[in-house]
């Protein structure tokens, strides 16, 4: 309604007056605390990872981390500056104890709980088995070179894989799923790759599991690790085949890709492949990503449950691979890269063939 002249306006409630109670605000009152933030503060360190050659100590009083909950650099710890290694685990010894000397193993936060007791059981395996390993190490190489440090990690490796996941448990499970690594990896707490090489090594000759093959590749083709418990034949000439599903797997990380493959003497394998990745946590800082394949022969596949929904029976449709071009007996592959070593080319200037480098008839 228009007011009168002269009168004054009716006043104006208070912000928050038409408002239901629990949701009107009070004024702040002189002197009364302020909200806290949401934004996490940063927490100083108590403890730095050990330096190399050093003790660990505690950082200085005024050393405050601008990434809370996180490494600020480390693996193991907050200390600068960055580490380029990426460590996941470490002892250090240091003076003191009984026995004059203290050994404290230092583990990364990001390893899952299963990656941690394989980290420790491979400590365990040089406190305990420290001859033992330098004389298996010895056997192909020269003591204290770095060949035969890398062989002493490896039988290492080896014992601690035993010791978490003990044979026949681990056989019986296997054998339960029909060896499904991602249920694997989910009863027993450990990673696709570490799996996947125990699978690789169940040949007790009481309690045999399927023989696979294993293997561990990049982009480039480069092969970083095999180990085989079947008559399946690895290049030894540099690269692989371009139509191993290895190399698929790189298209779609995380999922898991089935292939009926033919080699050239007519053996025929089930290979599975997946490929994984790696990072150490931090924003722009380099990974790594390899493809794992784990394969056997067809005659074992229906143990597999990989082989679901595969026409295993038609050796038609298997996919045709090889060694690698070099070595590669078939001469109608379209996807050869470079000219067979012991055939030679058909190199015919008036003409063009889909099929790369044909090769000429042999001799008779």
């Not at 004389?135 to 490896?154: C, E, M, N, V, Y």
Request: proline content about 10%.
């Amino acid at each position: 309604m228009p007011r009168r002249a002269g009168s004054r306006p009716a006043p104006r409630p208070a912000p928050g007056r038409d408002l239901p109670p629990r949701l009107r605000t009070q004024p702040a009152r002189q002197g009364a605390e302020r909200p806290q933030s949401s934004v996490p503060r940063p927490v100083p360190h108590t403890r730095r990872a050990p330096q190399p050659g050093g003790d660990p100590g505690t950082l200085s009083p005024g050393h405050r981390c601008k990434t809370p909950g996180r490494s600020c650099g480390r693996e193991l710890g907050c200390a600068h500056p960055r580490d380029p290694l990426g460590l996941r685990a470490r002892v250090h010894t240091t003076r003191g104890g009984a026995a004059g000397l203290d050994r404290v193993l230092h583990l990364s936060s990001r390893l899952r709980p299963g990656q941690q007791a394989f980290r420790m059981a491979t400590q365990l395996a040089f406190l305990e088995y420290d001859d033992e390993l330098a004389r298996l190490a010895s056997q192909d190489f020269t003591p204290d070179s770095a060949a035969w440090s890398l062989a002493r990690i490896g039988i290492a490796n080896y014992f601690a894989a035993a010791l978490v996941l003990p044979y026949r448990r681990f056989h019986t499970a296997a054998e339960e799923v029909r060896y499904d690594i991602e249920r694997l990896t989910d009863r027993f707490g450990l990673g696709y790759e570490t799996v996947c090489h125990r699978l690789s090594t169940l040949q007790r000759p009481r309690l045999r599991g399927v023989p696979f093959s294993f293997v561990r590749v990049d982009r480039a083709g480069n092969m970083s690790e095999r180990q085989s418990a079947t008559d399946f034949h690895f290049s030894r000439a540099g690269g692989t085949c371009p139509l191993w599903n290895v190399y698929e797997a790189f298209a779609a990380p995380g999922r898991i890709h089935a292939q009926a493959a033919a080699m050239p003497d007519g053996q025929r394998y089930l290979w599975t492949a997946r490929a994984v990745t790696r990072h150490r946590g931090g924003w722009g800082e380099p990974g790594k990503t390899f493809a794992l394949g784990l394969g056997c022969e067809v005659r074992h596949a229906s143990r597999v449950v990989y082989s679901d929904g595969l026409d295993l029976g038609n050796a038609a449709a298997a996919t045709p691979i090889g060694m690698g071009c070099r070595v590669c007996e078939r001469t109608d592959c379209p996807q050869r890269a470079v000219p067979p070593l012991d055939r030679r080319l058909a190199v015919d200037e008036n003409s063009s063939t889909f099929v790369p480098y044909p090769v000429a008839d042999p001799e008779v």
